[in-house]
């Protein structure tokens, strides 16, 4: 008895790995790559900011208040999609939000941020994507949660829904404080 | 989500117009050059390599390569640069540590696994061999 049923013993134990994969990854975007930067220091840079020409800002600029870094780009249709959340975000005065003008142009840039308003107390802007590589950047949108030591404590990519500041990013600033 | 995979093909568009190709200075820098981005991952389309990725991150990360290369540093320390800023994700041949033992480890267990059933079920018809003899045999046939 035991021994003809064995095999649909190992089918079922095979199924139930199979749907426990699947379980685990639905829902998840698998194309988002783990960052090896969170709980590491931000990289350093020094990048020039949007609409003020000659005016860089460093990483060191930064410290002292924990900000979130919202990297985006006028090119980028999943940036508009979020945009109202990074806008509600900053109007709520939890945290500092920074822009991060991910390979754009300025003119371009400028006329997405008055279309769509303008959330971020600074853009900072990184025209050929050089600096991005240090961040581990590949693509936008992409969040940075950055500490008041300059240190990384979370990272999203894609585009931040009310799911995620609820999920994620409120527990995150709660960390910080 | 689709929002998303909207922006990567945008992302990967916009690349078409935006790429030079590389300029090698010599044989031994291109073979070494491909040689390196076709064991390395696009971060981008993760089913491609850095060689054969047409996207955008995977342009400048080439250009970013290269420029590692010249400055004079070994294919290791390249390795270590991008998986410091995109982890092991970018390596088609990851480091065998602990949390990737499975990955190494687990089709040589499956193997064994499999063996070890095989010996079982021919240990097994072995010994129920001289049971089946056909003078034993009580059926009618």
């Known amino acids: 008895m035991i021994k003809r049923l064995l095999p649909l013993l190992a089918f079922a134990l095979l199924a139930v790995l199979l749907g426990l994969g699947v379980l685990r990854n639905s829902g998840k975007d698998t194309s988002a790559i783990p960052s090896p930067l969170v709980g590491k220091p931000a990289p350093a840079f020094s990048l020039p900011v949007l609409g003020e020409p000659g005016r860089l800002v460093s990483n060191e600029d930064l410290l002292g208040e924990p900000y979130l870094l919202n990297v985006w780009g006028s090119w980028c249709p999943a940036c508009r999609d979020e945009h109202p959340v990074i806008t509600e975000l900053a109007k709520s005065g939890r945290i500092k939000v920074v822009g991060y003008d991910y390979k754009d142009e300025p003119e371009d840039a400028q006329r997405w941020l008055q279309q769509f308003g303008n959330p971020y107390s600074l853009v900072i802007a990184d025209y050929d994507g050089r600096a991005a590589l240090d961040w581990g950047i590949y693509g936008a949108p992409e969040t940075f949660l950055v500490d008041a030591q300059g240190v990384i404590r979370w990272k999203f990519v894609g585009p931040i829904t009310p799911e995620v500041v609820q999920q994620q990013l409120l527990p995150a600033l709660e960390t910080l404080e | ?141």
């Open chain 2, 1 to 141: 989500m689709k929002a998303w995979l909207f922006a990567l093909l945008m992302l990967l568009s916009a690349a078409a117009g935006a790429m030079d190709p590389i300029v090698f200075r010599d044989d031994a820098e291109e073979a070494r050059f491909r040689a390196l981005s076709a064991e390395l991952r696009c971060v981008m389309c993760q089913n491609q390599s850095l060689a054969d990725s047409n996207a955008q991150i995977a342009h400048d990360l080439r250009l970013q390569v290269l420029e590692l290369m010249r400055e004079g540093k070994t294919d290791r320390e390249i390795k270590d640069y991008l998986v410091a800023r995109y982890s092991d994700f970018v390596l088609y041949n990851p480091p065998v540590r602990p949390s990737t033992w499975l990955l190494w480890f687990g089709p040589g267990l499956v193997l064994l696994g499999g063996l070890a059933a095989v010996v079982v079920v021919v240990r097994r018809r072995a010994a129920q061999a001289p049971a089946a003899n056909p003078s034993d045999d009580g059926q009618e046939w």
